[in-house]
């Protein structure tokens, strides 16, 4: 038998996320974020899986190209822009649109000689502080791109720091001091991820530029997924290889860090932080057994889990563990490990399975 860890990927819940978009930014266009091989879900298969995505966010250009090679003709746009002068002979050929953060890239821009006409996404910081032009230089930075004749249309755009928390009076600055900033620019306008686009109806904009609630997560603090009509796309599975009875006093795993309180079933399901399953998920983060809620014991090994099986004794060798996605939100898992959903997504191992479903 193969390895039995398995992502299944759902991808009619992808669709229904992305509709989820739609409802809640209906006047707006979408640029779906699918960076990080689509967080850990497939770069290529959760692109075709939307085809009403008006763009695509991407990290670097060689997302970029797979998404051209598979066949992709729709805007594609380079997140971080571009990291040097030679990225611009690729930028052109693949025609793809590039965000503009540092004068760096400015001068790349006005230096290179370009084979192509491209489009521009003028970044502004607004108080991330990460990346971005300086607000009140945006009038100067459109000039000089518009000067540059090989550029077509300049978006400006900014990211929000802290649109999670719907109590974080900065994002109401953020939206401020960009509207104020670009004013006086022409062109289309993009503030949101999906924080932003979910909780701050102003920031909604031209275009949207949803990620994690693509995939099911909930963007916003204190809020589940399901509260928000979000569905889980990834199910991360294995199964059981070995179920022991254990003795009051035993110790379980590396450390010896679990005591078992009582006489006890324990389960060892084959998957573990070489698969992408957070070594920091303490003793107590929940799976389900065969759809039953159970919990991890002791220290997470690199192809292994323990697991109490006290709540689902009748399991067997050969039972079914979900680690997170159908019936055991990603973000609770997350919150146990201390970490978010995105790092537990887009982890996920290369030796785990990937199955796709319609
Ligand atoms: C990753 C990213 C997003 C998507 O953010 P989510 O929180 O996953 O919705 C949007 N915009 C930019 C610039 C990003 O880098």
């Known amino acids: 038998m193969t390895r039995p860890a398995r992502a299944r990927i759902d991808l009619r819940a992808l669709q229904h996320n992305f509709s989820r978009v739609q409802r809640a930014a209906p006047d707006s266009q979408v640029m779906a974020i699918i960076k990080a091989n689509a967080y850990g879900h497939g770069l290529v298969r959760v692109a075709q ?7 695509f966010g991407v990290a670097c250009i060689d997302e970029a190209i797979s998404l051209r090679e598979a066949g992709f003709d729709r805007r594609i746009v380079l997140l971080e822009g571009l990291f040097g002068p030679d990225d611009l002979n690729l930028i052109c050929g693949y025609r793809l649109d590039v965000v503009v953060h540092h004068d760096s890239q400015l001068d790349w821009l006005a230096k290179a000689r370009l084979l192509t006409s491209l489009d521009v996404w003028l970044k502004l910081d607004t108080g991330m502080h990460r990346l971005g032009f300086e607000p009140g230089r945006v009038n100067e930075i459109a000039a000089r ?36 900033a670009v004013a006086g620019v022409d062109g289309e306008r993009s503030l949101a ?40 796309v990834m199910t991360l599975t294995t199964r059981l290889i070995a179920v ?11 450390g010896g860090d679990y005591r078992c309180q009582q006489d006890m079933p324990m389960g060892v399901a084959a998957l573990g932080y070489g ?19 159970a ?45 978010i959903a995105y790092e537990l997504l887009c982890g996920v191992g290369s ?8």
């Open 49 to 55: 899986a939307l085809p009403q995505a008006a763009a």
């Open 193 to 232: 991820n999906s924080a932003g686009l979910l909780g701050w109806p102003a920031a909604r904009a031209d275009w949207v530029r949803p990620g994690i609630m693509l995939y099911g997560s909930s963007p916003l603090a204190g809020r589940t997924a399901e509260s928000l009509e979000l569905q889980p």
């Open 351 to 358: 030796r785990v399975q990937f199955d796709y479903s319609a």
């Open 275 to 293: 698969d992408g399953y957070p070594r920091h998920a303490s003793s107590g983060t929940p799976v389900l057994v065969n759809g039953q809620r």
């Open 295 to 339: 919990m991890i014991a002791g220290r997470v090994s690199m192809d292994m889990i323990c697991i109490d099986l006290r709540a689902c004794p009748d399991a067997q060798v050969g039972a079914e563990v979900t680690l997170w996605g159908d019936g055991l939100p990603v973000d609770e898992v997350a919150a146990a490990a201390g970490t």
């Open 244 to 254: 022991n009875m254990r003795k009051q006093g035993d110790v379980i795993g590396y």
């Open 145 to 180: 791109l518009v000067a540059i004749p090989q550029v077509n249309a300049v978006r400006c755009m900014t990211h929000f720091s802290c649109a999670d928390d719907l109590d974080n009076t900065d994002t109401h600055e953020q939206i401020e001091l960009f509207n104020g």
